[in-house]
């Protein structure tokens, strides 16, 4: 007999271990078990369906079930949900959605790849009334698409609250406000993704302020009621109330491993099952892949749980080729999962913001300490070089280890090249690289594409200084925090500069005066330098440092300040 295969889950890594384990083995059995009604589609591509830059429903389908069948050999069974599973037996309880009935499914080895479902909050009173949507699957974009008009008259603009500041919350509230609707985004927390850093943070914000998206942080719904009007009437944390034509809820996922209770499956606090470099389970013979499994991370040794697209169709491939080595299809060599960086990137108008690795938020909550255990490098620089027409500005921030120096967190933000810069550095994150190979890096250059000393270069410079004892930096948001009274705060931009934008505690020495005014600086508390974006304050940091003051260069200077000014 055949060695059967039974996949629980389609989509990105159900789909991906499928088709390679076929590419892998003509003669396996290959089952797959999937509750809806597709397995493979652009879940990512949802919003941007419902704002009308993906312009059909069949675009975000990559493969129908039957051609998928078809095209791998694979026993597709759609509508058909596993409720539970049994290791000593090796069989899977199978409800079908179609008849209502139950059958069990024997394996020889098993994949789960279920993936995880979207949040809906008991706690929220009338969360299940009409009008109140996630946006997750195929389904849930097809209930919110029956909701929108086809035209929209100025006089009938409708209000619309999405809730939830994450990568699918940010969406909806982009493709609705280009639909026509006035949004409202409001999230709990008092910043938007999490990952990102609060300067990073407070760009996107300005952003979606600009674009005229109603942010609310710090903001929760307590209720929703249905109005005589068919609308909806949300309460929020703080008492008040606004009503909205509908709702869009993306309050978080959770993985969707319920059935896996009594399974001896070890898993995490989340629910999500524990996997290693194998993508095998705690029980022999069954993997995971996917938002329902905690993989490894690639710049440490650590668990994480990092529900991606990318790392789930990586782990579904890697737990394939892990069922075909344990059949000597493959070298016991083969290749293994080597782990995420999270990396993770979001168009929003005409922004772009990325991150990838950890972030100081995520090393704060472990209780490291900021220029102990780790310190940060950031820089302001041109997508390519200024001279050369079209060359927009890119915020870049590196976090780095302390104790080895590697590059363990990046973030960027900007108009153009964003995803270039933010890929060079997953892969150094990847290879856990430090910052001295991003100073030394040999990046191709033309003064259309680049620098001759790349952004990824000076960001390994900035970092390289502060490890040689040559300055510090201080973040914005570290900056806003101060006492200013203890401190002497010096603007070394030119006069016109400043008659346009002033930091009113700052006293303003150009940097071409500074040696000769220095006397006018005290030498009794550290002086904290700023100019445009950070290289005049630099430059500055160093004559006073060369004269025996202790000099700090703000990061992102007043440029980065002045966007953010009242963040």
Known sequence: MAHKTVIIGGSAAGAAAAARLRRLSEQEEIIILEKGKDISYASCGLAYYLGGEVPLRQNLVIIPPGVFSERYRTEVKTQCEAIHISPEKKTVAVLNHQNGETEEISYDSLLIASGAAALRPEKITGITLPHIYNLRTLPDVDSIHEELPKEQSPSEIADVLVAGGGFIGIEAAENLTRKGFRVTLIELRQQLLQNLDPEFSGLLVRNLLKHGVNVKLGLGVKSFSLTLEDTVEAVFSDNSKKKFRFAVLALGIRPSTDFLEGS?????????????????????????????????????????????????????????????????????????????????????????YAFSGTSEYELKQKGLQPGQDYFTSFVIQSSHVSWYPGSQEIFIRGIFDKKRGTLIGAEAAGRKGVHEVINTLATVIALRGTFSDLANIDLAYSPQYGSAKSNINMLGFTAENQVLGLGEYLSLTAYKALDKKDYYVLDVRNREEVLKYRIPEAVNIPLAQLRERMKEIPKDRPVIVICAVGVRAWNAAGILRGNGYHSIVLEGGATLHSMLQGS
């Open 264 to 352: 001896g499956i070890e898993k995490a606090a989340n629910g999500a099952v524990i996997t290693n470099c194998r993508m095998e389970t705690s029980v022999p013979g069954i993997y995971a892949a996917g938002d329902n499994a905690v993989i490894l991370k690639n710049y440490s040794n650590e668990l994480t749980w990092s529900p991606l697209a990318g790392p789930a169709a990586r782990g579904g491939r890697r737990a394939a080729d892990s069922i075909a080595r344990s059949l000597g299809i493959l070298p016991d060599n083969a290749a293994e999962f080597t782990g995420t960086s999270g990396s993770a990137i979001i168009r929003v108008f005409d922004e772009t």
